[in-house]
């Protein structure tokens, strides 16, 4: 069922790049997604397991959660600020708060939440 709903995310084109990607085995399927999707970031914790020298050629770059977040409020952050706010509202199970949303956010991506902070 789920094949049939989200058809689009079983995308299979990278399978055959996955042998040449030039990052550990354990890895290379991941590259090898983001460049048949031709995505400008990898987002990921382990930023060690994605070295930009060998991102640099696919115009690729790895970032963590907490740079991707700040580099999407620097490109709309009106957008952005809306989206963390609609996430307090719809909250439900427990509904949360903006403080406390952003509590809980402020433990993963620091960087970002201070920065919206100062806008909310």
Excluded: C, W
């Amino acid at each position: 069922m789920p094949k049939k709903s989200f058809s689009d995310a079983f995308e299979i084109e990278h399978i055959s790049l996955i042998p040449d990607m030039p990052v550990n085995e354990k890895d290379r399927h991941v590259l090898a997604a983001a460049v048949a999707s031709e995505s400008q970031f990898i987002v990921t914790a382990n930023l060690k397991d994605f070295p930009q020298r060998l991102l640099e050629r696919f115009e690729i770059k790895a970032l963590s959660a907490d740079d991707f977040l700040v580099y999407q409020l620097s490109q709309d952050r009106e957008t952005i600020i809306n989206i963390v706010k609609e996430h307090a509202s719809s909250s439900k199970n427990p509904p949360l708060s903006l403080p406390e949303v952003l509590g809980r956010l402020k433990k993963v991506v620091p960087q970002f939440t201070q920065i919206i902070q100062g806008y909310v």
